[in-house]
């Protein structure tokens, strides 16, 4: 269960968009996905990490970082990951995009 956890790790060689790493993000759960998704700079925002599906030491980095990590800091990157979904992801105007798809239907 998302809401269990406290971090998304989803190492992908390849993704159009990522909806379950959007869904952990917008959850509020940081993520450790690779370089080959559209969720970019997600250390400087605070939001998880983006690490080689080759070289595993850098998933196994980014696991050590989020298990050695206090509650205070777990929740800055909880809120960092919100944050960054509702920046990247404008839900109103998706919303709308699909309204005006399925209009004529």
Do not use: C
Request: glycine share 6%; aromatic share 12%; charged share 25%.
């Amino acid at each position: 269960m998302l809401e269990e956890a406290h971090v998304f790790i989803q190492p992908s060689k390849s993704e159009n968009f990522g909806h379950a790493l959007y869904e952990a993000l917008s959850a509020g759960r940081p993520v450790i996905t690779s370089y080959h998704t559209p969720w970019k700079d997600l250390i400087e925002s605070v939001a998880g990490f983006n690490v080689s599906v080759i070289d595993t030491s850098g998933i196994e980095n980014a696991i050590h970082f989020f298990a050695q990590m206090s509650q205070d800091d777990l929740q800055k990157w909880s809120r960092g990951a919100l944050a960054y979904a509702e920046r990247e992801v404008d839900v109103d105007e998706t919303r709308e995009e699909y309204r005006r798809m399925f209009e004529g239907f």
